[in-house]
Nanobody, 116 residues
């Protein structure tokens, strides 16, 4: 099993920035794609951004131009830089990792709150 631990969530004002980090551990494994999801109150969990082992990234329309995802394969770490935050970005953010074999692992989530 892969253990994912997120960090970097918090409370910021609109227009501010946060950087979320996710570190994977738990033994010998190979991670393919990694990504960030979020779930706001009353809404379905949605993909925010993902990145392949080769560094190919994709973003939700709401994140394009404001968020940037990156990863360090050697450290099994993925980050999400969030700029120009809006109140609509308020949600619990979850790190996800797909390992070799197809299993998807999830972090516990970290709260991001953006005030008006």
């Amino acid at each position: 099993q892969v253990e994912l631990v997120e960090s970097g969530g918090g409370l910021v004002q609109a227009g501010g920035s946060l950087r979320l980090s996710c570190a994977a551990s738990g033994g010998i494994f190979t991670i393919n794609a990694m990504g960030w999801y979020r779930q706001a109150p009353g809404k379905q969990r949605e993909l925010v951004a993902s990145i392949s082992s080769g560094g190919s990234a994709n973003y939700a329309d709401s994140a394009k131009g404001r968020f940037a995802i990156s990863r360090d394969n050697a450290k099994n770490m993925v980050t999400l830089q969030m700029n120009s935050l809006k109140p609509e970005d308020t949600a619990v953010y979850y790190c996800a990792a797909a390992v070799l074999g197809g299993e998807v692992n999830w972090g516990q989530g970290t709260q991001v709150t953006v005030s008006s």
